[in-house]
C-alpha cells in the first residue's frame, strides 16, 4: 500500500531520519513507536509530503508519489488523510463546517455534504454537538471532530499523528475504539504514530521501533508478539546505549 | 457649545464629509490592496506556504519604507504621483492618493502580525487535505483570523482619521484642517477644542464598533 525506500530527511544541519525503509500493508493497522526526537512523526508526514524527503521514494500503491505536484498532489492527499495531536481544528467553524470544508475540498457536489457529514458525525458519536464551536468541547471531543473530518472523505489511509498524547486513559481508549471501527467497517488502512506502547499494543497489528532517524526494527504483534516487542524494546534500550550503529533493519 | 457649532455648522458638515471621503477611500485601499500585500507578505516568509525570499524582501523594504516616513512629508513627496494618477495635486480627490498608500503599508502590516497568530497546525492540517493555496487562505486563514483582522482594521482606521487631519496641507479639508483653518488660526480656541470633542467621539464609536465586532464573531 504504502512503501518507504531507503527515504532520508535533513533540517538544516539535523539528521531527521536516514536513509528508512518501510512497507505499510493494504487494510493493516501499523504502529510507529520510538522516544521523542526518533523521527517517527516526520516519517509519517513524509506519507503525505507534508514533509518532502531529501532522498529516496515515497510509493503508494505502486505509484511514486514524491514527484507529484500541483492538483494530483493535492488530489492524491485526499486519500491519505491524517489526524494530529493538537487536533488542529478551525476555531471560528463550528463542528459541522470543521468536517465539511473536508468536502467541499474534494469537491463533492453540495447536495451530497450534509447527509455525509451528519453519516461522519454519528460514527464518531457527535451528531448531537454539530452547531457547537471547537472551543466547548473536550480533548476527546476535539479528536473526534477531527477523525469525522478526516474520513469524511472516504480516505483509504488515516495517517494519526499521536492523536492519543494529549488524552486521559478513558478519552484513549474511546478515540482508539472508534480508529479501531474505522479499520474494521471501512477497510482503511491506519499508520500510527505513538511514544506509548501501551497504545500501539492495544490497537496495532504491526509496530515499527524507531531510534535517531533510522528503523530498528518491524515486530508482528500476535499473541506472543507483545512479549516479543517488550524483548524488542529491551534490546532496543541496550542498542541506543551501543551507539544505535549496528545494522538491526 | 452649540451656538459656536451651529455658527460653523454648513462648513462643519463639508469638513466631516471630506474626512470621510479621505477614510473611506484609505479602508477600501487597505481592504483591497492592502489585505492581499499583507497576506502575501505572510505566505512568503520563511517557512511558509510559497516561501520566497526575494519577494518577500522586497516587499517588506518597501511597506517599511512607506511606513517609515512622516506622513506630512510622504504627502509632499508623493505629490509628482498624485498628480499624474488624478490631474491635480490639490484638493480632496488628491488627498485620498497619499492616504491610500500609507493604508496599504499599514494595513498590510497588520494583516501579515494577524496571520501569524493563526496556529501553524491550523493549515497543516489544510494542507493534509489538499487544500490550494487558494482554499488556504479563503477556507482557513482569513477565517481563523477573522476577529484580529477586524481589530486590524480598528486600528487603521483610527490612524487613517488621524491622518486626515494634516490633509489641509494639501488643501484636502477635513474635520482635522477645519479646526486647524477656523480654530487655531483664527483664535477660536473653543470651536479647536469643539472639534477635538467630536474626533474623540468618532474615535471611540470606531474603536467601540470594531471591539463589539470582532468579540462577536471570534468564536475561538
Known sequence: ?249 | MFDVLSEYQAEIWVSIGETFIMVGFSILAALLIGLPVGTFLFLCRKGQLIENQVVFSSLNLIVNIIRSFPFLLLVIFLIPFTRLIIGTAIGTAAATVPMCIIAIAHYSRLVEQSLLDVPKGVMEAAVSMGASVKDIIFKFLYVEARSSLVLSMTTSTISFISYSTIMGVVGGGGIGDFAIRYGYQQFRSDLMIYIIIIMVVFVQLVQYAGITFARKIDKR
Not at chain 1, 526518533?38 to 500503491?61: C, F, Q, W, Y
Not at chain 1, 489511509?157 to 478519552?171: H, K
Open chain 1, 1 to 249: 500500500m504504502i512503501t518507504l525506500h531507503n527515504v532520508s530527511k535533513r533540517f538544516g544541519t539535523f539528521q531527521a531520519i536516514t536513509s528508512v525503509s518501510l512497507h505499510i500493508k493494504s487494510g493493516e493497522v501499523h504502529g510507529i513507536i520510538g522516544a521523542s526526537g526518533a523521527g517517527k512523526s516526520t516519517l509519517l508526514r513524509m506519507m503525505n509530503l507534508i514533509e518532502h524527503p531529501d532522498e529516496g521514494e515515497i510509493i503508494v500503491d505502486g505509484q511514486t508519489f514524491n514527484h507529484l505536484k500541483g492538483k494530483q498532489l493535492r488530489h492524491m492527499r485526499q486519500t491519505l488523510a491524517m489526524i494530529f495531536q493538537g487536533y488542529h481544528l478551525v476555531g471560528n467553524k463550528t463542528v459541522f463546517d470543521n468536517v465539511v470544508v473536508a468536502l467541499k475540498l474534494a469537491k463533492v457536489p453540495k447536495k451530497e455534504q450534509t447527509a455525509k457529514v451528519m453519516e461522519s458525525l454519528r460514527f464518531v458519536g457527535l451528531e448531537s454537538l454539530k452547531d457547537q464551536y471547537p472551543a466547548q468541547l473536550s480533548g476527546g471531543q476535539k479528536q473526534r471532530v477531527a477523525i469525522a473530518r478526516a474520513i469524511v472523505t472516504q480516505p483509504r489511509v488515516l495517517l494519526c499523528d499521536e492523536p492519543t498524547s494529549s488524552l486521559d486513559p478513558n478519552t484513549t481508549a474511546e478515540v482508539l475504539e472508534v480508529l479501531r471501527r474505522i479499520n474494521q467497517e471501512f477497510g482503511v488502512t491506519i499508520v500510527l504514530v505513538s511514544h506509548d506502547m501501551e497504545v500501539v499494543k492495544s490497537i496495532c497489528e504491526r509496530v515499527t521501533v524507531m531510534a535517531q532517524g533510522q528503523v530498528y526494527e518491524t515486530v508482528q504483534i500476535e499473541p506472543t508478539g507483545i512479549q516479543k516487542l517488550e524483548n524488542s524494546a529491551e534490546e532496543f534500550v541496550k542498542w541506543l546505549r551501543t551507539g544505535g550503529d549496528e545494522d538491526r533493519v
